[in-house]
């Protein structure tokens, strides 16, 4: 059982971690790489397919985050669920 808690608990922490690399570095910074990709696109420097990828990269990392996010949340409800609370 102290086992079983104990990854639990890693598990939690590494999520924390995770949400918090993407939401304040990751997506940003993807954001910022998107927008400079429209502008690009719109002065005929970059292809279309260059847009598109850029806008795709923002979608998989937003989607990435979302999972770490409802992990977090069941690792959470896990610890919760073993303390008895």
Do not use: W
Request: glycine share 4%; with cysteine.
């Amino acid at each position: 059982m102290f086992e079983k808690a104990q990854k639990i608990l890693f598990e939690y922490d590494d999520s924390g971690r995770k949400i918090q690399l993407y939401r304040d570095i990751v997506l940003p910074k993807t954001k910022e790489l998107l927008s400079a990709s429209e502008s690009s696109y719109q002065a005929g420097n970059m292809d279309f397919l260059g847009l598109i990828d850029a806008n795709r990269k923002l979608l998989e990392y937003q989607l990435f985050y979302h999972r770490v996010c409802a992990d977090n949340a069941q690792r959470q409800a896990e610890l919760e669920m073993l303390c008895g609370m």
